[in-house]
């Protein structure tokens, strides 16, 4: 009966989150959620070669917090050249990823508000695009489309219909094609990394 109840609660306990900026403090439990969320593979992938070594975009990197004050879900964005004009001059854009949300506090609106606030806070900085690699159906809402990353490539395998952008700036990639390369600042010092 205790555990019935405990349910009721849940379910009409108001959700309470804040979104904020990421600290140096959060990092623990970032790269935690982020293993639970998306798995051992999640090192493989082609976006995690432009992110490998770089620190995300100034102000981009931001952290979803419960009344407790604990992470429960995370996104942040990085600097990428996204190939270059017809003129040959190279593209800035920003690259999203990862999103995750704890498992405890999915269909509460974290992911959405997160996406919300990176896409506000990217156009406030003035940036001109981002791009992602994310299920289309879910990334469409927040205005991203495969049309305007059709010209560009990721560095490795990549599903072309989840190779997704949004303009920040209209127009801004048009006329862009070739392969995404890291541009953000390097990392200073060895990233965190957990004992295996």
Same mark, same amino acid.
């Given at each position: 009966?205790?555990?019935?109840?405990? +349910?009721?609660?849940?379910? %009409?306990?108001?959700?309470? %989150?804040?979104?904020?900026? $990421?600290?140096? +403090?959060?990092?623990?439990?970032?790269?935690?959620?982020?293993? *639970?969320?998306?798995?051992? !593979?999640? #090192?493989?992938?082609?976006?995690?070669?432009? *992110?490998? /070594?770089?620190? @995300?975009?100034?102000?981009?990197?931001?952290?979803?917090?419960?009344?407790?004050?604990?992470?429960? /879900?995370?996104?942040?964005?990085?600097?990428? $050249?996204?190939?270059?004009? =017809?003129?040959?001059? =190279?593209? !800035?854009?920003?690259?999203?990823?990862?999103?995750?949300?704890?498992?405890?506090?999915?269909?509460?609106?974290?992911?959405?508000?997160?996406? *919300?606030?990176?896409?506000?806070?990217?156009? +406030?900085?003035?940036?001109? &695009?981002?791009?992602?690699?994310? !299920?289309? @159906?879910?990334? $469409? #809402?927040?205005?991203?489309?495969?049309? &305007?990353?059709?010209?560009?490539?990721? =560095?490795? @395998? %990549?599903? *072309?219909?989840?190779?997704?952008?949004? $303009?920040?700036?209209?127009?801004?990639?048009?006329?862009?094609?070739?392969?995404?390369?890291?541009?953000?600042?390097?990392?200073?010092? =060895?990233?965190? #990394?957990?004992?295996?």
């Amino acid at each position: 009966m205790a555990a019935v109840l405990d +349910a009721v609660r849940a379910l %009409f306990a108001p959700h309470t %989150f804040t979104i904020c900026e $990421e600290t140096p +403090a959060d990092v623990v439990a970032r790269e935690n959620l982020l293993d *639970r969320a998306m798995g051992a !593979d999640r #090192r493989k992938k082609s976006s995690e070669a432009l *992110r490998r /070594g770089r620190v @995300p975009a100034e102000g981009l990197a931001l952290v979803a917090r419960d009344a407790r004050g604990h992470v429960i /879900g995370t996104v942040r964005l990085w600097n990428v $050249e996204a190939g270059v004009t =017809p003129g040959g001059q =190279p593209v !800035d854009a920003l690259l999203l990823g990862p999103l995750a949300v704890d498992g405890a506090h999915e269909g509460k609106g974290i992911g959405a508000a997160l996406m *919300r606030a990176a896409i506000a806070e990217a156009h +406030a900085r003035g940036h001109g &695009a981002i791009l992602l690699v994310g !299920d289309a @159906p879910y990334y $469409e #809402r927040f205005g991203f489309f495969a049309g &305007a990353a059709q010209h560009l490539l990721m =560095p490795g @395998p %990549f599903a *072309r219909e989840r190779f997704l952008a949004l $303009e920040l700036k209209a127009g801004w990639l048009e006329g862009a094609a070739g392969m995404l390369t890291a541009s953000g600042r390097k990392l200073s010092q =060895p990233m965190f #990394r957990r004992a295996a």
